[in-house]
């Protein structure tokens, strides 16, 4: 089961960024998590563009949704909402709405920010959003990583390896195995694909 991550943070030590690398450890047997890392080259959304030769960063974005089976998507929160970055990349992606790369998608949400009592107004915002684009997004209790630096700590790498990152947090832990667990379940019992049944006769053009 191919799961691709996507950080909704353009940072390059954003803390969203450290929490999916943590991320592939934790996973369920079966289950590989690889990495989107296009998101800062894709265009600002522009219906003129989004025609069947549109912009090579647009086509990888949807590719690799398209060909994955299911989504992680951490975000940070600014001004009480999602980066515009994240926005712009659901946007493009759930386009055509009918061939959308986002449509029944299975979805973890999860938000990773340095305060207190901050983060919530993001998974909120972006589950709405996803629910909208027709995803299907795994219910709470989410990862809701507060006073991140705290909680997560860099771990050596081996060899030539990748510096990655170790949540240290035992009820972190725990919720990613939650959820991880369940988006498992749901890619596997095709949840995406049923949740959407009641709604293709409205997004599907009549033949």
Request: net charge negative.
């Given at each position: 089961?191919?799961?691709?991550?996507?950080?909704?943070?353009?940072?390059?030590?954003?803390?969203?960024?450290?929490?999916?690398?943590?991320?592939?450890?934790?996973?369920?047997?079966?289950?590989?998590?690889?990495?989107?890392?296009?998101?800062?080259?894709?265009?600002?959304?522009?219906?003129?563009?989004?025609?069947?030769?549109?912009?090579?960063?647009?086509?990888?974005?949807?590719?690799?949704?398209?060909?994955?089976?299911?989504?992680?998507?951490?975000?940070?929160?600014?001004?009480?909402?999602?980066?515009?970055?994240?926005?712009?990349?659901?946007?493009?992606?759930s386009r055509p709405t009918s061939r959308s790369a986002?449509?029944?998608?299975c979805v973890v949400t999860m938000v990773a920010t340095?305060?207190?009592?901050?983060?919530?107004?993001?998974?909120?915002?972006?589950?709405?959003?996803?629910?909208?684009?027709?995803?299907?997004?795994?219910?709470?209790?989410?990862?809701?990583?507060?006073?991140?630096?705290?909680?997560?700590e860099a771990a050596q790498a081996e060899g030539d390896?990748?510096?990655?990152?170790?949540?240290?947090?035992?009820?972190?832990?725990?919720?990613?195995?939650?959820?991880?667990?369940?988006?498992?379940?749901?890619?596997?019992?095709?949840?995406?694909?049923?949740?959407?049944?009641?709604?293709?006769?409205?997004?599907?053009?009549?033949?």
């Amino acid at each position: 089961m191919r799961i691709l991550a996507i950080s909704g943070s353009l940072r390059q030590d954003s803390f969203n960024t450290q929490l999916l690398r943590a991320l592939p450890p934790l996973a369920p047997e079966g289950m590989e998590i690889e990495f989107f890392d296009g998101l800062g080259d894709v265009p600002l959304y522009n219906q003129d563009l989004d025609v069947e030769d549109c912009p090579k960063p647009v086509q990888r974005l949807r590719t690799a949704i398209a060909e994955a089976d299911g989504l992680i998507i951490a975000s940070p929160e600014y001004n009480g909402s999602i980066p515009g970055v994240l926005k712009n990349a659901i946007d493009w992606a759930s386009r055509p709405t009918s061939r959308s790369a986002l449509l029944g998608k299975c979805v973890v949400t999860m938000v990773a920010t340095p305060g207190r009592g901050l983060g919530r107004n993001a998974l909120s915002d972006l589950g709405r959003v996803l629910h909208d684009c027709h995803a299907f997004v795994i219910s709470g209790p989410w990862v809701h990583l507060s006073e991140a630096p705290t909680r997560m700590e860099a771990a050596q790498a081996e060899g030539d390896g990748e510096a990655a990152t170790v949540l240290t947090d035992p009820m972190t832990r725990r919720l990613v195995d939650i959820q991880l667990s369940s988006l498992q379940d749901a890619v596997k019992n095709d949840a995406g694909r049923h949740a959407v049944v009641p709604l293709m006769s409205f997004i599907t053009p009549r033949r």
